[in-house]
């Protein structure tokens, strides 16, 4: 019987995926400048997981010509806060749709405050399984000089734009971070160096 009750919840299961595409994610945060785009780069070419960083697209958005939202994620992005989530989910989801046939997606950068999981729930709660929270723990001091000497041209990466950056960071993710560590769902690395690849590698066997 208990065989028979496991096949049975096994075909309920495949009935429902194949009704409802359940998108598997992985969060990615840290602190700016602490890696998360090379780290999401190795897992994505060695393990088959899309990369998808909330800040591209919302960087992406802004210069596509003729975007209802351009503006308002210039100013957002110049002053160093946050972009409402509404936005962020609808490109997230709109990355996601493109690749239905993809393994995973690592969602690099996102959700960075409380304002972003409410909306990350409300908004994606049926549509995907955050499985769990690879987080890159790295000393503010590192971080910064990363930042500032990376040389990618981004209108953030300035001392007074990086100074709220990391305030906003410490005041509004580091709490998403510890929410999810309650739930046992947090694989930290830290970069104070650039993270070897197969210290991420594990977490996703």
């Known amino acids: ?11 309920d299961l495949r009935m ?16 700016p400048g602490c890696g998360k785009g090379t780290q ?4 994505q070419k060695d393990l088959g997981f899309i990369h998808l960083s909330a800040g591209d697209l919302l960087r992406a958005e802004r210069q596509r010509e ?26 997230l989801e709109n990355a ?34 955050v499985h769990f929270v690879l987080y890159l723990s790295c000393p503010e001091d590192v971080s910064t000089s990363r930042c500032l000497h990376r040389g ?5 990466d300035n001392e007074e734009s990086l100074r709220k950056r990391i305030q906003t960071y410490h005041n509004q993710t580091l709490p998403i971070i510890q929410h999810y560590e309650a739930l046992n769902l947090v694989r930290e690395v830290p970069s104070i160096e650039t993270p070897d690849k ?3 590698r594990s977490f996703f066997s």
């Open 1 to 11: 019987l208990p065989a028979l009750r496991w096949q049975l919840n096994f075909i």
């Open 66 to 91: 003729g975007s209802q939202y351009g503006a308002l994620i210039e100013e957002h992005i110049k002053n160093g806060t946050i972009v409402p989530v509404e936005i962020t989910c609808k490109l």
């Open 152 to 156: 990618q041209g981004r209108t953030d």
């Open 96 to 129: 996601m749709n493109a690749s239905p046939s993809a393994k995973g997606f690592l969602i690099d950068g996102f959700p960075r405050n409380q304002d972003n999981l409410d909306g990350w729930v409300r908004e994606m709660g049926t549509k995907a399984k």
């Open 16 to 31: 429902t995926s194949s009704v409802t595409k359940v998108h598997n994610v992985v969060f990615v945060l840290g602190p």
């Open 40 to 43: 999401c780069a190795r897992i």
């Open 198 to 200: 197969a210290s991420c």
